[in-house]
């Protein structure tokens, strides 16, 4: 194991607290420490929505977007065929399922929200995802506890990491195919 979540009180409440064991610790290895936290301490539910429905409070905030995450959504039929023909499948992607904002040096992609302001995958009659083994990695690991500040810091340089290079790549692409001045 190279990185361990553990439960801890962060402000008097249940919280969580996350410890890398090992310089080499990848973002898998960040993801199956959530996992096995959320299935042994939780038993693989954070929060309810009610009996038998989950839920779905935070498909209302702003999902950012990482290189892995569309990655991942690429791989996804239903969105290949959606973006078949595309000379760019990755500014495609972006185009249609995500809001990027560019306010000077500062580049900002986020999946897209429907018009009531849910994700755009959320799949609102059954109460959840409906792309769940394809979730950001926000997603992945938001969990309904207080996170403490190691967990947070962790988590912020992860996804920051993974946002700047969905940022490389899409300025690349753009490059690439002459969209950029």
Known sequence: MKVRAFPCAVGGRPGYD??????????QDYLDAVNRFIAEEYGGRLCSGGPGRPCTACCWERVPL??????AYLA???????LAGAPSPLLAFL????????DGPVVDVSLARKHDGSCLFLDAGRG???LYARRPLVC????????SRRAAAVRSRVVNAGM??????????SRRLGRLP
Do not use: G, K, N
């Open 18 to 27: 996350l410890e890398v064991l090992a310089p080499e610790a990848t973002v």
């Open 66 to 71: 990482t290189y892995p995450d569309v990655a």
């Open 76 to 82: 996804e039929e239903s969105i290949r065929e959606q």
């Open 95 to 102: 185009e249609r399922f995500a809001h990027v904002v560019v």
């Open 128 to 130: 959840r995802c409906a």
């Open 140 to 147: 992945q690991t938001y969990l309904c506890r207080r996170p």
């Open 164 to 173: 700047d290079e969905l940022v490389r790549r899409m300025l690349l692409e």
